[in-house]
T-cell receptor
Framework: NAGVTQTPKFRILKIGQSMTLQCTQD?????MYWYRQDPGMGLKLIYY???????DKGEVPNGYNVSRSTTEDFPLRLELAAPSQTSVYFC????????????FGNGTRLTVT | GQQVMQIPQYQHVQEGEDFTTYCNSS?????IQWYKQRPGGHPVFLIQ???SGEVKKQKRLTFQFGEAKKNSSLHITATQTTDVGTYFC?????????????WGLGTSLAVNP
């Protein structure tokens, strides 16, 4: 049981490049989330999904896109990378009902230069 | 109105001293979740409080939920270097199918050996 797996762990992008951050979970959780965390700051919700085929915006969705074609996978797409997107990205999931705790992946450290 | 405020933002203690972080809300909370994030790591769920006045203990950690369910605290007795990290509180917010966790900004704990 791997939990929530994120790839890659690190990535450096040039301004304007695109990339997809991968996230998969093997706990059969319906709810999945993408957060970003800037140095010394808390977690800001980018997008979330309540189940396959359903996604919705969080607090800071601009510059990102997501899809949820399966229960397991929830990739995050950056289309035109900007320096402001330099951050640590965490994928998380929960699925056992209201109040259930979040399970986080190990994070992706992204630098845009 | 929906935010949770955490204080202090930073705390530096000598090993063996006690430590407390507080999570406050202007509105009544249905629940509080506490997470710990080690430096360079990802948030890990510690505990959830649901009932008014609830107190839960995990070894040297004591979690409390206020009688009015507007505040919560995490107290660590006799800190150790392994306690270093950032402690986050979060509250669930349900709006129809939109279930999200509203996060505090965290309290970063440094422990001098």
């Amino acid at each position: 049981n791997a939990g929530v797996t994120q790839t890659p762990k690190f990535r450096i992008l040039k301004i304007g490049q695109s990339m997809t951050l991968q996230c998969t979970q093997d706990m059969n959780h319906n709810y999945m989330y993408w957060y970003r965390q800037d140095p010394g700051m808390g977690l800001k919700l980018i997008y979330y999904s309540v189940g396959a085929g359903i996604t919705d915006k969080g607090e800071v969705p601009n510059g990102y896109n997501v899809s949820r074609s399966t229960t397991e996978d929830f990739p995050l797409r950056l289309e035109l990378a900007a320096p402001s997107q330099t951050s640590v990205y965490f994928c998380a999931s929960d699925g056992r009902g209201y109040n259930s705790p979040l399970h986080f992946g190990n994070g992706t450290r992204l630098t845009v230069t | 109105g929906q935010q949770v405020m955490q204080i202090p933002q930073y705390q530096h203690v000598q090993e063996g001293e006690d430590f407390t972080t507080y999570c406050n809300s202007s509105t009544t909370l249905s629940n509080i979740q506490w997470y710990k994030q080690r430096p360079g790591g990802h948030p890990v769920f510690l505990i959830q409080l649901v009932k008014s006045g609830e107190v839960k203990k995990q070894k040297r950690l004591t979690f409390q939920f206020g009688e009015a369910k507007k505040n919560s605290s995490l107290h660590i007795t006799a800190t150790q270097t392994t306690d270093v990290g950032t402690y986050f509180c979060g509250r669930s917010r349900n709006a129809g199918n939109n279930r999200k966790l509203i996060w505090g900004l965290g309290t970063s704990l440094a422990v001098n050996p």
